[in-house]
């Protein structure tokens, strides 16, 4: 039980740190490619594996299974989130409304499962 605080501050450290670059990258704005890179790269890539590797070993500490419902459609939605971040800083022109949804909708969804935690 004496871990279960330190993991969570993490968790949330690493949930801070995907959503900022989350935000970094996918900003709607004339945002130069180098700088989208930096944020995809840099900061939404180390808070999601953060993200990841803290859950896991949150779920296992707290006893939920790894492959219920809601730790696999999180690992899936988070996984869709990160693919909408790499394409917006993958090539010049490719930032807008559709890529930046596709990066935010599942990010978001996926704080909900973490929060809510549905059978």
Do not use: C, N
């Amino acid at each position: 039980m004496e871990l279960i605080l330190p993991l969570r501050f993490m968790k949330l450290l690493g949930v801070l740190v995907l959503v900022a670059g989350t935000v970094g990258a996918t900003l709607p704005a004339d945002v130069p490619l180098a700088a989208r890179r930096r944020f995809a790269f840099a900061v939404a890539g180390p808070g999601f594996g953060l993200t990841w590797v803290v859950g896991i070993l949150l779920a296992w500490q707290l006893g939920h299974a790894l492959l219920s419902t809601w730790v696999v459609a999180s690992l899936a939605l988070s996984l869709l989130s990160l693919q909408g971040v790499l394409y917006v800083a993958g090539k010049e022109g490719r930032a807008g409304l559709r890529p930046a949804l596709v990066a935010w909708l599942p990010l978001v969804a996926t704080l909900a499962l973490m929060v809510w935690r549905p059978a």
